[in-house]
């Protein structure tokens, strides 16, 4: 419809429509439909830099959003450098998600790694960070530091 009324999309638009992907995987369990969903997110995302648009930390957040539904870690990570390449400034979501995407997938060193660098550049973590981190921890057995990480959070 924007096509035919000349109306070209900006990134705000590619950030709509990439959430809309990700919300959609939260609540889909058919395999096929999510597989289709992922698709046409990256190809959203391609699309808008095919267009020259600048994908912002919602652009990046959103996709991020898409592969933790999918437990696309690998992908996760690779994304992280582009948004460092980038020169974009994360925040707490960013570092939460691939936590979560982390945690989901059992690499709990990565989220750890995710947890120290979000340290490191001073973004706070909030309760869905220490949430993500506990359930790293637990999923790889250690209890001590998952401990250590509620007892930072109700530190806060």
């Known amino acids: 419809e924007m096509d035919a009324k000349n109306v070209s999309p900006n990134i705000y638009t590619f950030n709509a429509l990439i ?10 369990l058919m395999s096929r439909k999510r597989q289709n969903t992922l698709t046409i997110a990256q190809i959203l995302f391609a699309e808008a830099k095919a267009a020259g648009l600048r994908p912002d930390i919602v652009t990046y957040n959103s996709l991020l959003g898409v592969y933790m539904e999918m437990g696309k870690w690998k992908e996760s990570y690779d994304i ?8 974009v400034i994360t925040d707490v979501i960013t570092y939460s998600t691939l936590i979560s995407t982390f945690a989901k997938t059992r690499k709990y060193s990565l989220a750890i790694e995710m947890y120290e660098k979000m340290m490191e ?32 959070m109700q530190a806060q």
């Open 19 to 28: 959430a809309v992907c990700k919300n959609s995987l939260a609540t889909s």
């Open 80 to 87: 992280l450098f582009e948004i460092e390449d980038q020169h």
């Open 121 to 152: 550049r001073q973004v706070m973590p909030n309760v869905i960070t220490y949430n993500s981190l506990i359930f790293a921890c637990l999923r790889a057995n250690n209890f001590s530091q998952a401990f250590a990480f509620f007892d930072d």
